[in-house]
């Protein structure tokens, strides 16, 4: 129904910010990471939103981009969770932070949000994984001429998850194994150990 608002930040406060558009100041509950990344008061910014629609009332949600807001949709989606939820889940690890946790599998970081158990946990994983492109999570790019986009896609990939079993092999978390090799930028033909050793790099700084 609103795609977005976009007009002068008028007011931040904890778990929410009033926008003006059109003369009219919209109340929309956003998680911590929209507010970590606003602009200052007086600005003009652009929250993309979802309205809920109550019996007793109508509320905002709102996010920094398309992606973000198709995430909090995504969690809406799972059984047992709402808007609070969802917002809570969003505030305690950020949209790319929830990206990877699904991807690895790690019910841990998930958990960690408040009101929501080990059980829920699994749900989104098992509810989501299968919704998360790789080009959501996944790092490096493809470049040059040799295989197909699809198939260097596909190798990359490859490549990444070699990367990242092997990284929990050595005791590092589901979650931090996928951050790490998310930050490395693999190149046409890498292999697993070369996206591991550069992965490792990455763990020591």
């Given at each position: 129904m609103i795609s977005y608002i976009r007009g002068p930040l008028v007011e931040i406060d904890e778990d929410m910010i009033v926008v003006e558009a059109g003369s009219v100041g919209y109340?929309?509950?956003?998680?911590?990471?929209?507010?970590?990344?606003?602009?200052?008061?007086?600005?003009?910014?652009?929250?993309?939103?979802?309205?809920?629609?109550?019996?007793?009332?109508?509320?905002?949600?709102?996010?920094?981009?398309?992606?973000?807001?198709?995430?909090f949709k995504q969690l809406l989606g799972v059984s047992g969770i709402g808007p609070k939820g969802a917002l809570g889940i969003l505030s305690a690890m950020g949209p790319d932070d929830l990206r990877l946790a699904i991807v690895s599998g790690d019910t841990k970081a998930i958990s960690r949000a408040p009101g929501i158990g080990l059980k829920t946990a699994q749900r989104v994983i098992l509810d989501l994984k299968d919704r998360i492109s790789a080009d959501e999570w996944m790092p490096g790019n493809v470049s040059g001429d040799g295989p197909s986009k699809?198939?260097?896609?596909?190798?990359?990939?490859?490549?990444?998850?070699?990367?990242?079993?092997?990284?929990?092999?050595?005791?590092?978390?589901?979650?931090?194994?996928?951050?790490?090799?998310?930050?490395?930028?693999?190149?046409?033909?890498?292999?697993?150990?070369?996206?591991?050793k550069a992965s490792l790099r990455h763990l020591a700084v």
């Open positions: 109340n929309i509950r956003v998680p911590l990471s929209v507010l970590e990344n606003l602009p200052g008061i007086g600005e003009e910014a652009r929250i993309y939103t979802y309205l809920q629609i109550r019996e007793d009332a109508m509320s905002l949600f709102g996010f920094l981009s398309r992606q973000d807001l198709k995430m699809d198939q260097g896609k596909a190798a990359l990939q490859n490549a990444a998850k070699e990367a990242a079993d092997a990284l929990v092999a050595l005791g590092y978390s589901a979650m931090e194994a996928t951050k790490a090799v998310r930050q490395v930028e693999i190149a046409e033909g890498m292999t697993g150990d070369q996206v591991l």
